[in-house]
Structures are given as C-alpha cells and as structure tokens.
C-alpha cells in the first residue's frame, strides 16, 4: 500500500527544512494522522507479538510518511526503518529538497536521528522508473539517471536495491506507458541491452560492498565527486562517468593514503546541465580533494 495523509505532509516536504514555518495540521490531516498512528501501532504490535525478529518497515512508500508520525512520538520499538518507494521517471536526482529528488533522503534520515533511531532499515522496494517509451528519455539518458540516483543513495547509506535498473521492458499494454518501459534491457524476444546494462554491470562490479566516505567539493553546482573505500583490491574502469583511482597522498593533494588492503577511489559525475548548442558531451578533468589540475 502507498498511504497518504495529505498532499503536503506526504508528497511534500517540511517547509521548516528551507526556512519557512513549520507545516500547522488542519483538521483533515489531523484525524488521518491519528488513524494512521492508531493502525500502524495495532499492526505493529501484532507483529511484534508473533514475530519478534522480525523488521517492521512503516511505510512501503513515500518516503516522507512517515516524519509526522514520528513528530507525534510513534513508540520506538515498533519500527525498525521504511521500505522506500522513490518516484524519479525524468527527475533529476540532484534536483533541490523541496522537490521530488533523491535528497529527500537527507529529510528522512534527519527525522530518524532525532526521532533516535540512528541506523533505520531502508531498502529501496519500489522505483525508480526511468522509461525510454516515446515521449520520455533517451536510452543515454536513462542510464545517467539510474546511475545517478544509485550513487546519490549509496551516498545516503542505503544498502538495499530492491528495485530500479528493471531487466526488461514490459511486453504488453503496460511497457507502453511510464513504469513498463523502464527496463535496461529491451522487451522480450528482443532483450537487447540498453546502455543502462552496461553501467550496472560496470557499477555493480566496482561498488559492490564499497563503502560511502564522503562528497569530495568539485567547485561546480553540476559535476560532482563521491569518495568510496573498498577492503579488496579492484580495478575501476570508466563507468560512462568518470572513475579515477585515488592515488593516496602527493604533492599539493591533501587525500589521505589507503590502508594495507583499502582502496579508496573517487566517482565523478556530471549532471547533464551542458550549454545550449553543445551537440557532445563535454570533458572535464577535476582534481582530488581539492588539487587544482
């Protein structure tokens, strides 16, 4: 289910976030909340009761659900985290808190700290979509989508990728509108890959079990820089974005030198915002923590 107590407390954003006052219940939104604090707590209990190991996720949805249940002092040993159903389709994934981007997550895991629940359980169970149907993205295009909001949540510390980079286009009535046709490969018989194919398996081979350090400034508001450690030794090869190894400490470059066996290794990427006119895709050589090149 995708429950849903109001426009603005469930597919918005707190406004407190950019400045602004912080959302007043009305009347409608007050009662909902109540029920929904009421049957989430029977349900949780319930489980609770009959299995006690098992993680109670609240919702299986938008990922801001949740933050007024919290605000209003839902019990801390009936939740352990929210299964994430992240829109995307065309959005960019960088694009700013008060939209529907991926940085919403920066909301969520501000809400669970002060809430006092550090560590949340948050697997991705449902999207993103990001369909090649007519009208929608190019095949290019879907998969710096897709890698984009993967790097973004790996940032964010998610772990789970139940969903998004889908094997194939749906075959029927359904791979013709913005869901089915969100494959990486496309419909059957054909199965043919899309680019995305390519940057899953590339990123997948690269980033598996990684571990997120922490955004490297690029001194551009459209390229950006992740740093990820790793405890085995691999090669990185280009990933469509730019990966470079991180060589460690050395003249002018203030990166610390990886352990006996860590590779460390920075991700640079860009957001596709090129000039008007520019038919290919500019190349740009960025420095590592701030070396100028």
């Not at 109540?34 to 006690?52: C, D, G, H, K, L």
């Amino acid at each position: 289910p995708e429950p849903h107590i109001s426009r603005n407390l469930t597919t918005g954003n707190p406004p407190d976030y950019w400045g602004e006052p912080e959302h007043k219940l009305n009347e409608d939104e007050q009662r909902n909340l109540r029920v929904f604090m009421n049957t989430s707590r029977a349900a949780a209990e319930a489980v609770r009761a009959r299995w006690p190991n098992a993680k109670i996720l609240i919702p299986w949805g938008n990922p801001l659900f949740i933050v007024p249940l919290l605000r209003a002092g839902f019990p801390k040993h009936l939740i352990d985290g929210s299964g994430l159903d992240m829109i995307g389709f065309e959005r960019l994934p960088e694009q700013q808190l008060h939209q529907a981007s991926t940085h919403r997550l920066y909301i969520l895991l501000n809400e669970y700290r002060k809430f006092g629940l550090d560590k949340p359980l948050l697997p991705y169970v449902e999207g993103t979509f990001v369909p090649t149907e007519p009208g929608a993205v190019t095949w290019d295009e879907q998969a710096d989508l897709y890698h984009r909001w993967n790097l973004v949540s790996l940032a964010y510390g998610i772990k789970r990728f139940y969903s998004g980079w889908f094997a194939f286009d749906c075959g029927d009535y359904y791979g013709a509108e913005h869901y089915g046709g969100c494959g990486i490969q496309r419909r059957i018989p054909y199965a043919d890959p899309k680019p995305a194919y390519a940057h899953y398996a590339t990123m997948t081979r690269a980033l598996d079990q990684a571990n997120f350090d922490r955004w490297i400034p690029t001194g551009s508001l459209t390229t950006y820089c992740l740093r990820f450690t790793h405890d085995t030794q691999r090669y990185l090869g280009d990933m469509s974005v730019t990966v470079v190894k991180d060589p460690g400490r050395r003249a002018g470059n203030q990166a610390p030198r990886a352990g006996p066996r860590t590779q460390a290794h920075a991700v640079v990427y860009g957001a596709q915002a090129w000039p008007a006119g520019c038919h290919s895709r500019p190349r740009q050589r960025l420095g590592l923590m701030g070396e100028s090149t």
